[in-house]
């Protein structure tokens, strides 16, 4: 089972809720935690993101400019 990182958003950011073979854009507020799978890499165009327990879409790029790794203020639960 992959490790998911935990990243807090600095400022806010767009992200793609697809329901049912439709797709909203979000904007997810600053200061926001989600979550990320180990298993994508840095590379990545798109990644799967967690956001209050529902799963988005965001680019990789608006990720690391707007977002910060928060893993050691929100652990996994053992």
Sequence with gaps: MNKSR?????????AILSSGGERTWVT???????SI???HREGDRLIDVVWNGASYIMFAQDLRER???AD???????
């Design 28 to 34: 997810v507020p600053a200061g926001e935690i989600l």
């Design 6 to 14: 935990k990243y807090r958003i600095k400022s806010p950011t767009m």
């Design 67 to 69: 977002g910060e790794r």
């Design 72 to 78: 050691q203020d929100y652990p996994d639960p053992a």
């Design 37 to 39: 799978s180990e298993a």
